[in-house]
């Protein structure tokens, strides 16, 4: 029985070897719930659209004669659910291939300078939504610098687009690269909501949402930081947050910089 501690009192080499045995059963203990709440997270979070995606089209099915309005909005709602059951399921495969390393890093000299302004365009339609402003500073116009490029614009991207989701309207957003201490760093500022103190140590773990009835709202996975954590990490990086409530949040991309 895994759950039995093992008591030895006598032998000193003994009890080491009974802490060591009983120290790998916790951690076992503790993976083995940590799978468990991922399949339990998982169901759910794949579930629920789905459940909305039957109910949709079968209220549609046993309509006789429906209005072609009423029709739209019922197909509209069941494409969006759609949309977020493929937002999720992308995030997952991502997360998952990362977990196991079955993503190729695909280091190459890029700069990052036209990399950081070709992704903030990509989201500038998101942006333009809220009427919320971007603006891209970049200390030098070339940067190359050894990077994935494909992997750091996922993880800029997951940065940026939750800088425009967690801001009200009429907000503004900045995006700064700058070299400091041989290391690249891509500053994401924005004076959205922000995140109370309490919840920032958790914000990169897997499906950590602050608030979780408005996460619903604004969709997502509760996937995005943590597969641009991973993808930092493997380029032995690391991502630094500051945030203040109602203020907003400076999120920082740190990269050692291995320059031509
Ligand atoms: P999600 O898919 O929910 O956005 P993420 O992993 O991308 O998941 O983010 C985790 C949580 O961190 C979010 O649910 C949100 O509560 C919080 N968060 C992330 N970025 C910001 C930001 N720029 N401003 C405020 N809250 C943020």
Redesign the pocket.
């Known amino acids: 029985d895994l759950n039995q501690k093992i008591k030895i009192e006598t032998n000193d080499e003994f009890r080491k070897l009974a802490d060591t045995f009983n120290m790998m059963t916790e951690k076992l203990d503790e993976e083995d719930k940590q799978k468990k709440d991922f399949v339990a997270y998982v169901s759910h979070e794949l579930k629920t659209p789905l459940s909305s995606i039957k109910l949709l089209s079968e209220s549609l099915i046993h309509e006789n004669e429906i209005n072609i309005n009423i029709y739209r909005e019922f197909l509209h709602d069941i494409s969006s659910e759609v949309d977020r059951l493929n937002n999720i399921v992308e995030?997952l495969l991502t997360s998952m291939e990362l977990d196991i390393s079955k993503i190729k890093i695909n280091f190459e000299y890029v700069n990052i300078s036209t990399l950081i302004e070709k992704t903030v365009l990509k989201l500038k339609p998101l942006a333009d939504k809220k009427n919320i402003k971007i603006d891209v500073y970049v200390i030098r116009k070339e940067m190359n610098i050894m990077i994935d490029p494909d992997r750091i614009q996922q993880a800029v991207i997951?940065?940026v687009?939750?800088?425009i989701?967690?801001?009200e309207k009429d907000g503004s957003i900045k995006v700064m690269l700058y070299e400091k201490n041989g290391n690249t760093i891509i500053e994401?500022k924005?004076n959205?909501?922000?995140?109370p103190k309490e919840?920032l140590p958790y914000?990169?773990d897997?499906?950590?949402?602050?608030?979780k009835a408005?996460?619903r709202v604004?969709?997502?996975?509760?996937?995005?930081?943590?597969?641009?954590k991973q993808i930092i990490s493997l380029h032995r990086g690391t991502i630094e947050?500051e945030?203040q409530l109602g203020k907003?949040?400076r999120?920082s991309i740190i990269i050692p910089s291995i320059e031509k």
């Open positions: 995030d997951n940065i687009s939750n800088a989701k967690y801001t994401i924005d959205g909501i922000g995140i919840n914000i990169f897997r499906f950590y949402r602050v608030d408005r996460a604004t969709g997502g996975s509760g996937l995005g930081l943590s597969i641009a947050v945030s907003g949040t999120f």
